[in-house]
């Protein structure tokens, strides 16, 4: 069982390039997120989704996009990279409300901005 | 939004060592879960403990609601506890978790 699965691990880009960050998890679980992890500090929520076909602005969102392909997929788009966006990228997902929403994390994604 | 703050921000032990870290949480929360998150940048889930108490070998945790706040307990120490062990809740409908800063945990030999 895998779980949350991100891809790449490691990526470097100049000023200006675009990439998408991939995340997909295989439990079935309705919401799905993007964080991000600055040093020395905890994660702060860029995006989520709750269900299939809908996303929700988090905490930091400026620069971002994304898009829930799938129950199983939900990707992070830089369009114009920044060194400010320089990060450990984290895609998690849940059970949407209910008993137990227990959050399950995937290894995280290391973006350096040059 | 809701404040996690936890405390003490760093801790170093000797190998063996019993400690105590707290989270307080400034609202009612419907969802608590304790991290660990090892030295290579892993996030391992340790506890999903929205009150009550719960035991898993060396580790414990407390969360008391009603009064805002969670304790992880952690037993006789050993040097591959090392790593910033984080607290995240969630507030009201959803299941969006909000981080405090963490506690980075150093175990010396």
């Known amino acids: 069982n895998a779980g949350v699965t991100q891809t790449p691990k490691f990526q470097v880009l100049k000023t200006g390039q675009s990439m998408t960050l991939q995340c997909a998890q295989d439990?079935?679980?309705?919401?799905m997120y993007w964080y991000r992890q600055d040093p020395g500090m905890g994660l702060r929520l860029i995006y989520y989704s709750a269900s299939e076909g809908t996303t929700d602005k988090g905490e930091v969102p400026n620069g971002y996009n994304v898009s829930r392909l799938n129950k199983r997929e939900f990707s992070l788009r830089l369009e114009s990279a920044a060194p400010s966006q320089t990060s450990v990228y984290f895609c998690?997902?849940?059970?949407?409300?209910?008993?137990?929403?227990?959050?399950?994390f995937g290894q995280g994604t290391r973006l350096t901005v040059v | 939004g809701i404040q996690v703050e936890q405390s003490p921000p760093d801790l170093i032990l000797q190998e063996g060592a019993n400690s105590t870290l707290r989270c307080n949480f400034s609202d009612s929360v419907n969802n608590l879960q304790w991290f660990h998150q090892n030295p290579w940048g892993q996030l391992i889930n340790l506890f999903y403990i929205p009150s009550g108490t719960k035991q898993n070998g060396r580790l414990s945790a407390t969360t008391v609601a009603t009064e805002r706040y969670s304790l992880l307990y952690i037993s006789s120490s050993q040097t591959t506890d090392s790593g910033v062990y984080f607290c995240?809740?969630?507030?009201?409908?959803?299941?969006?978790?909000?981080f405090g800063e963490g506690t980075q945990l150093t175990v010396n030999p």
């Open positions: 439990m079935n679980h309705n919401s």
């Open positions: 995240a809740v969630v507030r009201g409908s959803g299941s969006r978790l909000t």
């Open positions: 998690a997902s849940s059970r949407t409300g209910g008993k137990n929403t227990e959050a399950f």
